[in-house]
C-alpha cells in the first residue's frame, strides 16, 4: 500500500513570488505521481503527473514539479504565482499496478496582493 | 466537450432520508470511481465500476452504494444519511485498459450533500 504526505497544510504567498508545496510518498513498489488543484466548490483538476522518464515534469499554469526517488518526493514549485492559483492542491499516488488514487490531505495556497 | 456532469451541484436530505447523487459522462470512459471528500480532507475513494465490474472499497459503510445501468451513468446511493455523511461527493471516470500505463482521471465539479 501506499501513503502521501504533504508537509504544509497552509501556504500563503504574495503575488509574483515563487511557491513549492512538499509531497512525500511512501510505497514498496514503483509508482505514478500526480499534483491537481481544486478551486473552491470544484472538482479535482490534474496539474501534471509522473509516469516515467524525465525527473522534472512541467504542468500547465506554469506548474511544474521534480521526482526525486531517493528522497521519495514530488514537490510542486512556481516560479511566480497569480491571484488565481488560490486553491487547494493535493499530491497523489498511484501503484503502478493499480489504478487508484491515494491523496494527500491537501494544502491550501493563498496568494495575497 | 467531452465531460463528467454531477447532478444535483447541491443536495440537501434529512437524517435517514434515502438519497441518490447522479454522475454522466461523455468521454465514453470504461472506469467511473465515487470519491468522499469531507471539508478539508483529501478525497476519499469509496468505489469504482471497472465496465460492468464493481469494486468497494474495504472500508465503505454498508450504507453507500452504487449503481451503474450503462457506460454513461453512474449513482451513489446513500441508503439512510446520517449527519457524518454529509461531504462534497466527486465522481470520476478514465479510460483504463490493463496491462497499459495509467491513465488521467476526469473529475466532475462534485455534489456538495448536506444532511440535516
Known amino acids: 500500500a501506499q501513503s502521501v504526505t504533504q508537509l504544509d497544510s497552509q501556504v500563503p504567498v504574495f503575488e509574483e513570488a515563487p511557491v513549492e508545496l512538499r509531497c512525500n510518498y511512501s510505497?514498496?513498489?514503483?509508482?505514478?505521481l500526480f499534483w491537481h488543484v481544486q478551486y473552491p466548490n470544484q472538482g479535482l483538476q490534474l496539474l501534471l503527473k509522473y509516469l516515467s522518464g524525465s525527473t522534472l515534469v512541467k504542468g500547465i499554469n506554469g506548474f511544474e514539479a521534480e521526482f526525486n526517488k531517493s528522497q521519495t518526493s514530488f514537490h510542486l514549485r512556481k516560479p511566480s504565482v497569480h491571484i488565481s492559483d488560490t486553491a487547494e492542491y493535493f499530491c497523489?499516488?498511484?501503484?503502478?499496478?493499480?489504478?487508484?488514487?491515494?491523496f494527500g490531505a491537501g494544502t491550501t495556497v493563498t496568494v495575497r496582493a | 466537450d467531452a465531460m463528467v456532469i454531477q447532478n444535483p451541484r447541491y443536495q440537501v436530505t434529512q437524517f435517514g432520508k434515502p438519497v441518490t447523487l447522479s454522475c454522466s459522462q461523455t468521454?465514453?470512459?470504461?472506469?467511473m470511481y465515487w470519491y468522499q471528500q469531507k471539508s478539508s480532507q483529501a478525497p476519499k475513494l469509496l468505489f469504482h465500476?471497472?465496465?460492468?465490474?464493481?469494486?468497494n472499497e474495504a472500508d465503505t459503510p454498508d450504507n453507500f452504494q452504487s449503481r451503474r445501468p450503462n457506460t454513461s451513468f453512474c449513482f451513489l446511493d446513500i441508503r439512510s444519511p446520517g449527519l457524518g455523511d454529509a461531504a462534497m461527493y466527486l465522481c470520476?471516470?478514465?479510460?483504463?485498459?490493463?496491462?497499459?500505463?495509467?491513465?488521467?482521471?476526469?473529475f466532475g465539479p462534485g455534489t456538495r450533500l448536506t444532511v440535516l
Open positions: 468521454l465514453n470512459h470504461n472506469v
Open positions: 470520476a471516470t478514465s479510460r483504463d485498459i490493463r496491462g497499459l500505463p495509467y491513465n488521467e482521471q476526469f
Open positions: 510505497s514498496s513498489v514503483s509508482v505514478y
Open positions: 465500476y471497472y465496465d460492468k465490474d464493481f469494486n
Open positions: 497523489a499516488v498511484s501503484d503502478r499496478a493499480d489504478y487508484k488514487l491515494s
